[in-house]
């Protein structure tokens, strides 16, 4: 069936591993672009054996790699370079995520690649940027979390013990500021204003997202300092007697809705009536949420939802992943897409997150094994029954 999705006839060249860049692949694959991920021929992206997996594939790359086709080409070689170069001059864009440097050395960076194919949109990911003192160092989602603020910001109050999310977030975030990137600059490209090299760190993404509401003190420069820098800072969930759950009352009708609903005073108390006297009064305040909280400890998760559905406030109870999909609201959404994949048989997949009246995405196919697709993208290239001898002479696999 025809892809209709809105990156339908992009040509996408991923010179990528691990997950910010594949995460890019996988949304542009699901979005109808045509993806090919160059491998190396022995392990291929590292990102195969990485967490749970299935005959040999890992749920991780299932999901980053999704709907691409695999050539297990060396680049190192002269004539995998070639090779790689070969489809760069194809390709609408090119993603790499190499250290600084890296890709110049092997021949395929942007100087490269434009030479070729003016028209190119190149996209360069690194950790810490392409200049400054710390541009040579590896960069994995935890050392940026831990430079970028992640995870002092995520510290326990009481002993500043800084917390790391547990999960990779750095890359995730990367992913989704380069996506939006990479589709600009074709925006600007159909425009006419042609292709250009763009550039995005991991330090610039998670920096810019955490800056946007967790580093107001930072922000303000004259700030008296008297509030957190994150106005979510203190917030915990609501023990019930079965369950967990969360209440955020942003608005004045949240805040008394949920007071009422859990048995706590302060909903008709004029000193906090408003914002800005719940600001005035914060010791209060506190005793409130105390009082909140303990009224929460008496209700069962049915019952709290009654209350907080009455009271029309914005709350949820806390679900795990594991129980996510059978979620009646989940179902009615259709979040989950659940098929048969040739290697790891049952998969239940987040449907693509994005949805296209005129241009529908669609979640893309199984990820590649390694090397799955090489002959046909030698085909694709002119290369046509070269495939033996570069085996031979392990240019590819």
Request: aromatic share 6%.
């Amino acid at each position: 069936m025809e892809h209709t999705g809105p990156l339908r006839g992009i040509r996408v060249l991923e010179l990528s591993l691990a997950l910010t860049g594949p995460y890019i692949g996988a949304l542009f694959a699901d979005q109808g672009a045509d993806v090919v991920k160059v491998e190396r021929p022995d392990i291929g992206d590292i990102l195969r054996w990485i967490g749970p997996s299935v005959n040999g594939l890992s749920a991780v790359f299932r999901v980053c790699n999704r709907g691409k086709k695999s050539i297990a080409v060396d680049v190192r070689t002269d004539t995998g370079r070639q090779i790689a170069l070969e489809l760069a001059a194809q390709a609408d864009v090119v993603i790499q995520n190499f250290r600084p440097g890296v890709a110049d050395r092997l021949g395929v960076g942007y100087d490269d690649v434009v030479a070729i194919n003016s028209e190119v949109v190149y996209v360069s990911l690194t950790g810490f940027g392409e200049i400054g003192p710390y541009r040579d160092r590896s960069a994995y989602d935890t050392v940026i979390q831990a430079y970028g603020g992640v995870a002092s910001s995520q510290a326990a109050p009481d002993v500043g013990e800084p917390i790391f999310l547990q999960q990779v977030l750095a890359d995730k975030v990367t992913a989704l500021y380069a996506s939006q990137a990479v589709t600009a600059a074709l925006f600007a490209r159909a425009t006419g204003r042609g292709g250009q090299h763009v550039h995005v760190s991991m330090v610039d993404a998670v920096v810019s997202f955490l800056w946007t509401d967790a580093a107001g003190n930072e922000v303000l420069l004259d700030s008296d300092n008297s509030q957190p820098s994150s106005f979510t800072s203190g917030f915990k969930p609501f023990r019930f007697i079965d369950g967990w759950g969360v209440v955020t009352p942003i608005s004045d009708s949240d805040f008394t809705g949920m007071c009422r609903a859990l048995d706590a005073p302060g909903a008709d108390d004029p000193r906090l009536q408003t914002a800005e006297l719940r600001n005035q009064h914060r010791p209060l305040m506190a005793e409130v949420m105390a009082a909140c909280y303990a009224g929460a400890e008496k209700l069962t998760v049915d019952q709290a939802t009654e209350r907080f559905e009455a009271a029309d406030v914005p709350y949820a109870m806390i679900v795990p992943p594991e129980e996510l999909p059978d979620d009646p609201h989940a179902i009615a959404m259709g979040l989950f897409e659940e098929r048969d994949d040739p290697v790891v048989g049952r998969v239940r997949i987040p449907r693509h997150p994005a949805l296209f009246d005129g241009t529908p995405a669609r979640l893309a196919g199984p990820a590649p094994k390694l090397g799955e697709h090489t002959e046909e993208i030698l085909a694709q290239v002119g290369r046509v029954g070269q495939g033996s001898g570069l085996r031979d002479s392990g240019v590819i696999a």
